[in-house]
């Protein structure tokens, strides 16, 4: 075998393919998660397309490996690698863009064909370092004797790169230096061992170019609409985050994953948003009569709905759980979350609920990652464990997010709740935004609107806007449970559905 002087080891060529591979594999989760989310039908997605495009690797490498048995060959190969790998959360961006028109106007076919476009351009690199496997036995067998011995070592160092490579990235890279760097680090290591065996100075720029493509801002290859301006972005544990102010107006919304959604608003002159969370201010009263003495937030993001809170009820105490620390933090400092009476949990909604010992009169539930809320919150155990922890007569209220014209996902809510919950309510708020209202004392239009003359100015239009339009929740929806609770599919569906009458 022709072996240059400095030449890798073949041993370390499949550990940092092995690694690069899995890691990528990660990072290529993350990099879907905002957009598509971080369902089982997303994880199936890429892992199926991973191993399609292992498996079409595996079978082209050996028939290369056959043709150009060289060290310098299998070398080029891992540069090819490196380079496809490092043009991914670049080129992958326009694929996204279309992704969040797509949800945003409800296409299902530009849905699934960016969706598809994506795992595909992940798929190439991937194919690429399929190839390195088979190629490297090829060269390191040297009696068939020797075979068997040979490609389970191979294959075993292999392995054991790609369960480093898992934890390195979900553990290390991705919360420390994001995911566009962890797909750049993966390159990067992977360059750095082609090059030293393939003896060309001209190849030494590839990793230097990778290096300087790890230091720029992360900021640069992101874009906001004609008048708004970033004021703070960072690559959280959980998601991509960033705060835009509306140079005009002075307004800033909380953006998660890439713009697709907004989930926090402050205004420059208001406690109000003229959106959902202003009908968590009145709809509680519709139930408890009153206002509530404390709540829970599950889902508190930057803090909108705690900051009205603090304007309007101020002796209300509000206790706010974000699984996202970061978040509660921008919070802090870009929405003025100051409210006095405000408590804040970095947790999981449920297992927060699950170990607290505090009794509501109202939980919010506002948990969405766009499209999906998490089925863990949708089912009657997640109900049920509401009901321990609300005061007698207290009340739960879910934001439903769907597709516009889709009520799917609003039947399954609130037959769920209603399994639990003696009166569900319905507040269709906004054509893709119905607030369900369930406790297990009474709750009525009446109720809020006797309520409205001791609220506070501001909210009286929201307050009686909110009565006229409470009505008893849709029938016809079907029961979830932890064991079986399909929200994806149900989402997906709908989305496929009012696309599909869209173009009738």
């Not at 999906?372 to 509401?386: N, Q, R």
Request: aromatic share 8%; charged share 20%.
């Amino acid at each position: 075998m022709d072996r240059p002087r400095f030449a890798p080891p073949l041993g370390l060529v499949v550990f940092v393919v092995g690694i690069s591979t899995l890691g990528s594999e990660i990072a290529a989760a993350r990099l879907l998660a905002p957009y598509f989310g971080a369902s089982t039908i997303v994880w199936a997605n890429t892992i199926g397309i991973v191993l399609v495009a292992l498996s079409i690797g595996y079978w082209y490498g050996g028939r290369v490996a056959d043709r150009d048995p060289t060290l310098s060959g299998l070398l080029k190969i891992v540069l090819l690698g490196a380079i496809l790998l490092a043009i991914v959360p670049f080129v992958a961006d326009p694929f996204l863009e279309v992704a969040v028109d797509a949800l945003d106007t409800v296409s299902a076919g530009a849905f699934a064909g960016s969706l598809l476009a994506v795992l595909a351009l992940i798929a190439v690199p991937v194919l690429v370092l399929g190839m390195v496997a088979p190629y490297a036995i090829r060269l390191a067998v040297e009696t068939v004797d020797q075979a068997g011995q040979i490609a389970g070592r191979l294959y075993a160092i292999s392995t054991i790169g790609s369960l480093l490579g898992t934890f390195l990235s979900a553990l290390l890279l991705i919360p420390l230096l994001g995911t566009r760097r962890t797909f750049l680090v993966m390159a990067l290591a992977l360059a750095l061992v082609a090059v030293l065996g393939l003896r060309r100075r001209a190849l030494i720029a590839i990793p230097a170019l990778l290096l300087l493509l790890i230091a720029l801002p992360v900021g640069t290859v992101k874009a906001t609409e004609d008048g708004d301006r970033v004021i703070h972005e960072a690559d959280t544990e959980y998601q991509y985050a960033r705060v835009v102010e509306d140079e005009s107006s002075g307004d800033r919304y909380l953006e998660l994953n890439e713009g697709q959604a907004v989930h926090s608003i402050k205004r420059a002159d208001s406690f109000l948003t003229d959106n959902i969370w202003d009908e968590y201010l009145v709809a509680p009263i519709a139930a408890l009569g009153k206002p509530p003495g404390r709540i829970a937030i599950l889902g508190n993001a930057a803090g909108t709905t705690a900051r009205a809170y603090g304007k309007y009820f101020p002796d209300t105490y509000v206790d706010g759980v974000e699984i996202d620390g970061e978040l509660t933090e921008i919070g802090r400092e870009y929405f003025s979350m100051e409210n006095p009476r405000l408590k804040t949990f970095t947790d999981d909604a449920r297992p927060y609920l699950r170990r607290t010992k505090q009794k509501y009169d109202a939980i919010l539930v506002d948990a969405y990652r766009q499209p999906y809320i998490p089925f863990y919150l949708a089912t009657t155990e997640f109900f049920e464990l509401t009901k321990e922890r609300l005061t007698p007569g207290g009340v739960v209220l879910v934001n439903a997010g769907h597709p516009e014209g889709s009520t799917d996902l609003e039947e399954v809510l609130g037959a769920t709740m209603a399994d639990v919950y003696d009166t569900v309510l319905r507040d269709p708020a906004e054509d893709t935004n119905t607030l369900l209202i369930a406790t297990d004392g009474e709750a009525s239009a009446e109720k809020l609107r006797e309520q409205i003359p001791s609220l506070h100015q501001d909210i009286r239009p929201r307050a009686l806007e909110a009565a006229n339009r409470l009505a008893p929740y849709l029938k016809g929806g079907r029961v979830y449970t932890d064991d079986k609770a399909p929200v994806e599919w149900l989402i997906d569906a709908s989305i496929v559905e009012v696309a599909a009458e869209g173009e009738r």
